[in-house]
């Protein structure tokens, strides 16, 4: 069964890099030609799309996001990361991380989410 | 800003239909599969609809999509008080370089 946990700081400065990562258990990234992803949620806002990777580095950003953000893949293939650089507070949210089939579906596995708090 | 436009709220009694709409473009909805996501607060989303109209497995036929051009449809048949919850649709879109996008989601509430 395949599980996806987030973690990382709860609170992060004004300016500074918000730092995610993503643990896979139950199978590897490396297997099949799957995509993994990072979507957001502001308080009392909708979800947003973040942007994906494939275990061979093909990305996808959100265009809003591109200029501030990075996402990798972890050569252990059990963890992908999220890296948004100059963080205001409207990067405060809950981020999630999922699984998705291909960049055109869905997304088929999420994980828990984690609150990041950007705030002085 | 979502392209992707929901109506804020809906709501139904037990057991009557609610459908819920999502309006789009010809570079996301009339040209790519839309998929539906169930997210009750404080849990992780779950996807309810697949290409438009597929149910993953374990989601009860209760729950069907549908399309039309630029825009698409969750209809919620035999609604139960745990339906309560919000429903976002999505779908790939071409601009750009290709993005995903979220509809901007809508809040059921079982009377």
């Known amino acids: 069964q395949l599980h996806l946990q987030e973690s990382g700081p709860g609170l992060v400065k004004p300016s500074e890099t918000l730092s995610l990562t993503c643990s896979v258990s139950?199978?590897?990234?490396?297997?099949?030609?799957?995509?993994w992803g990072w979507i957001r949620q502001p308080p009392g806002k909708g979800l947003e799309w973040i942007g994906i990777i494939s275990y061979t580095g093909i990305t996808y950003y959100s265009p809003s996001l591109k200029s501030r953000l990075t996402i990798s893949v972890d050569t252990s293939d059990i963890q992908f990361s999220l890296n948004l650089r100059s963080v205001t507070a409207a990067d405060t949210a809950v981020y999630y991380c999922?699984?998705?089939?291909?960049?055109?579906?869905?997304?088929?596995?999420w994980g828990e989410g984690t609150m990041v708090t950007v705030s002085s | 800003q979502s392209v992707l436009t929901q109506p804020p709220s809906a709501s139904g009694t037990p057991g009557q239909r609610v459908t819920i709409s999502c309006s789009g473009s010809?570079?996301?909805?009339?040209?790519?599969?839309v998929y539906w996501y169930q997210h009750l607060p404080g849990t992780a989303p779950k996807l309810l609809i697949s290409?438009?109209?597929q149910r993953p497995s374990g989601v009860p036929d209760r729950f069907s999509g549908s399309k039309s051009g630029s825009s698409a449809s969750l209809a919620i048949s035999g609604l139960r008080s745990e339906d309560e919850a919000d429903y976002y649709c999505a779908s790939w879109d071409d601009s750009l370089n290709g993005l995903y996008v979220f509809g901007t989601g809508t809040k059921v509430t079982v009377l």
């Open positions: 010809t570079s996301n909805i009339e040209s790519n599969y």
């Open positions: 139950g199978a590897s990234i490396r297997r099949g030609s799957y995509f």
């Open positions: 290409r438009t109209n």
């Open positions: 999922a699984r998705q089939v291909a960049p055109r579906n869905a997304f088929d596995i």
